[in-house]
């Protein structure tokens, strides 16, 4: 059993701190969260070993435990600089596993200790995932979406996932279900990235396609994350009964325009929304103007306003404008929330407890409690203090295993 005590514990459930706390974790596994000395005599009792090693204690004066943090919307399959669609057939399967194992070595440099991966080409995911998983590469536990679900020549029509109908979509669907993807993705809306294909404010499926890939992933228990930027497409979403509306922008052909019903809405349908607010906020406003990027921003803060449940993913991986959106970059993307004004408590929930409640992983990772996956991490500083003390990462355990900045230790930790 390893104790690893700090000046204050965050469990990630809304506004619970404990004050010079202790995280005791067996094997993969949360064993105990408490004071200090909760753990019992054990803590008194074992030597401090080395590290890795049976009974060791951790002490961290002068630092925060909390959950290891969640990007719930990212593509490792995307490298933030070159054009997707070019690089399909410029880029062989291998190489680009290799890119999306860097990807993954990034994320949890950063403290992510889970990502949801919404789309990329084929199957790569989940032999990252899987390989993550076995200690043969190193980086969160992944969520794998596989191919997004899209009109023939629609938004990312290149990962492979084009269906027109609904018998083509549930054919789709049950091909990735089969592959063993942990959520489906459908791209509701047009997008950015694809030259064209629809953009943003026109909807590429209807309410009742959406329905059968929601029904679809019910037969695995898995949930849907709807990519959905158009008004009509946010409430397709929301009809549908899919867990996530991905960046749900109100996107029309003059711009975002809030529209305070809708996100009533969706605030009644408890569907979460991940508004993909990264940290490169500002420099895209330098780009296309204060005008539009403020006008989005005032959508989040109207969105938490109205109540509904926001969770910090980042889409990490598109580029924008030339701008690069990189893999690491993950609390600047939490940075941008306190600076519209939200709370570093809130915030901190949205990155732990309610992004993996969103991802349908509550029941495993996302706070420190007895029972739960032992992800977690360790930051020189107070996050509720300031949510840039994020970035002071000492320690980083994903299932219990001690991952440094160069990643090393999980591979040879974890082997034999
Ligand atoms: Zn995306």
């Not at 410029?90 to 194992?101: C, G, Q, T």
């Not at 794998?144 to 020549?153: E, F, K, S, V």
């Not at 997008?191 to 992933?217: D, K």
């Not at 019910?218 to 959905?228: D, E, N, Q, S």
Request: with cysteine; net charge negative; charged share 20%.
């Amino acid at each position: 059993m390893r104790i690893i005590r700090a000046d204050r514990v965050l469990t990630g459930r809304p506004g619970e701190v404990i004050q010079d706390g202790e995280v005791a974790v067996d094997g993969a596994e949360i064993v105990s969260v408490g004071p200090r000395g909760s753990a019992g005599d054990a803590g008194e009792i074992v030597s401090v070993g080395p590290r890795g090693s049976a009974g060791e204690v951790l002490d961290l004066p002068g630092h925060t435990v909390l959950p290891g943090l969640i990007d719930a919307h990212v593509h490792l399959g995307f490298d933030a600089t070159v054009d997707p669609v070019t690089r399909r057939s410029a880029e062989s399967d291998h190489h680009l596993l290799l890119r999306m194992a860097e990807n993954a070595r990034k994320l949890i440099s950063a403290g992510v200790t889970t990502a949801r991966d919404l789309g990329g080409r084929g199957f790569l995911d989940l032999a990252l995932r899987d390989a993550i998983e076995e200690g043969l590469a190193v980086g969160p536990h992944l969520l794998a979406a596989t191919r997004p679900i899209t009109i023939t020549g629609g938004h990312c029509w290149y990962m492979g996932g084009e269906a027109d109908d609904v018998p083509a979509i549930r054919r789709v669907a049950r091909e990735n279900l089969r592959a063993g993807a942990d959520c489906l993705k459908v791209m509701v809306s047009g997008g950015q990235m694809t030259p064209g294909a629809p953009p943003s404010w026109v909807c590429q499926y209807s309410t009742e396609h959406i329905r059968a890939i929601v029904e679809e992933a019910a037969t695995r228990g898995k949930g849907v994350a709807a990519h959905a930027h158009a008004h009509a497409a946010i409430r397709s979403a929301v009809e549908a009964g899919v867990a996530t509306i991905e960046h749900c922008s109100f996107f029309t052909p003059s711009g975002h325009r809030y529209d305070p019903e809708l996100a009533d809405l969706v605030a009644a349908g408890g569907t979460y929304v991940c508004p993909t607010v990264h940290g490169v906020v500002w420099r895209l406003r330098d780009k296309f103007g204060s005008e539009m990027l403020d006008a989005w921003l005032d959508g989040v803060v109207a969105m938490r306003a109205a109540g509904v449940r926001l969770i910090a993913g980042t889409d990490s991986g598109f580029a924008a404008a030339g701008v690069a959106n990189d893999t690491d970059a993950y609390v600047a993307g939490l940075e941008v929330f306190e600076q519209a004004g939200f709370g570093t408590a809130e915030i901190v929930e949205m990155a732990t407890a309610r992004a993996a409640d969103a991802c349908g992983v509550g029941a495993v990772t996302g706070t420190l409690e007895a029972g739960k996956r032992a992800d977690l991490i360790a930051v020189r500083g107070d996050p509720l203090e300031r949510i840039a003390d994020l970035r002071n990462l000492t320690l980083v355990l994903v299932s219990g295993r001690a991952v440094t900045q160069t990643g090393v230790d999980t591979v040879t930790s974890s082997v034999g």
